[in-house]
Nanobody
Framework: QVQLAESGGGLVQAGGSLTLSCEASGLTFRNYHMAWFRQVPGKNREFVAVSSRPGTGGNSYYTESVKGRFTISRDNTKKMVHLQMNALKPEDTAVYYC??????????????????WGQGTQVTVSS
């Protein structure tokens, strides 16, 4: 049984930083792309960042609005993925979810290609 557990959310002022962490269990971690999505009430879940599985290059991809501010990293030994968020903006406020997928690289930004999700952690950025 795959389990993903996020931690690290909270309240921060605009311009501040937070680091989210996700611990995975029940899967062969290095065989999965590991991603972060976020969701605000009334909107679809939005792709934030993904670390592709080592077998496909282990590269990182970001949505345009977080490039240069967020960094995704993974530790295949500890089965963890992190999202370092700097220069946070009020529009970054959302519930952030960790997710895993074995989809083709061309599809790894699509939420529907992820079948394992964490419970989410709230990030609130005050202005």
């Amino acid at each position: 049984q795959v389990q993903l557990a996020e931690s690290g959310g909270g309240l921060v002022q605009a311009g501040g930083s937070l680091t989210l962490s996700c611990e995975a269990s029940g899967l062969t971690f290095r065989n999965y792309h590991m991603a972060w999505f976020r969701q605000v009430p009334g909107k679809n879940r939005e792709f934030v960042a993904v670390s592709s599985r080592p077998g496909t290059g282990g590269n990182s991809y970001y949505t345009e609005s977080v490039k240069g501010r967020f960094t995704i990293s993974r530790d295949n030994t500890k089965k963890m993925v992190h999202l370092q968020m700097n220069a946070l903006k009020p529009e970054d406020t959302a519930v952030y979810y960790c997710a895993s997928s074995q989809a083709a690289l061309s599809s790894i930004r699509q939420a529907e290609m992820y079948f394992n999700w964490g419970q989410g952690t709230q990030v609130t950025v005050s202005s």
